[in-house]
Antibody
Framework: QVQLVQSGAEVKTPGASVKVSCKTS????????ITWVRQAPGQGLEWMGW????????NYAQRLQGRVTMTTDTSTSTAYMELRGLRSDDTAMYYC??????????????WGQGTLVTVSS | EIVLTQSPGTLSLSSGERATLSCRAS???????LAWYQQRPGQAPRLLIY???NRATGIPDRFSGSGFGTDFTLTISRLEPVDFAVYYC?????????FGQGTKLEIK
């Protein structure tokens, strides 16, 4: 069955970087994309961007441009999301999801369990 | 950026009742590029509907989606206790992809 298993919770100080991993299984990794979404405590969902597994093309949310990098390792079917220059408002649950191309974009059909990133001095 | 506005913010209903959730876009969204997700407390979102009206794998047929242009609807025909959760619509046709702010479906 399709599974996405994310790395564990992180606590970081302001200005630091965090790299979250998302290990996938149960499907052909390069046939889909990976989307990252975050959710601040008590808030709604915020789209961060996607990466296509087969070509490594990326599309990031404008407000995160310059601070976020999404990558994949096809040899281990793992996706990564690195966020730099952390601020307190980056405190959130970070989710990876399998992205399916439909129409003219990617929707998310399977989700990881989430990784809580806390930014605090 | 396409802004999605969901209404109502909170919907209070009883099990067995019908729920109608609205998602309105600030500009036209292709029907192929509208999804609905359910999120229960402490859990990751779960895909319900993609392409405005296509049920995802394993989703019961009491969930249905409809709409086009700027107005989309998620309908739950007969509420069950497990359906009380937060629901989000998302457009994925125009970057940045955006989510609505959510509708909380609570037990009356």
């Amino acid at each position: 069955q399709v599974q996405l298993v994310q790395s564990g919770a992180e606590v970081k100080t302001p200005g630091a970087s965090v790299k979250v991993s998302c290990k996938t299984s149960g499907y052909t990794f390069i046939a889909y994309g990976i989307t990252w979404v975050r959710q601040a405590p008590g808030q709604g969902l915020e789209w961060m961007g996607w990466i296509t597994d087969y070509s490594g093309n990326t599309n990031y949310a404008q407000r995160l441009q310059g601070r976020v990098t999404m990558t994949t390792d096809t040899s281990t079917s793992t996706a990564y999301m690195e966020l730099r220059g952390l601020r307190s408002d980056d405190t959130a649950m970070y989710y990876c999801s399998r992205a399916v191309w439909y129409g003219s974009g990617w929707y998310s059909d399977y989700w990881g369990q989430g990784t809580l990133v806390t930014v605090s001095s | 950026e396409i802004v999605l506005t969901q209404s109502p913010g909170t919907l209070s209903l009883s099990s067995g009742e019908r729920a109608t959730l609205s998602c309105r876009a600030s500009q036209s969204v292709s029907s192929s590029n509208l999804a609905w997700y359910q999120q229960r407390p402490g859990q990751a979102p779960r895909l319900l509907i993609y392409g405005a009206s296509n049920r995802a794998t394993g989703i019961p047929d009491r969930f249905s989606g409809s709409g086009f242009g700027t107005d989309f609807t998620l309908t739950i025909s007969r509420l069950e206790p497990v359906d009380f959760a937060v629901y989000y619509c998302q457009q994925y046709g125009s970057s940045p992809y955006t989510f609505g702010q959510g509708t909380k479906l609570e037990i009356k």
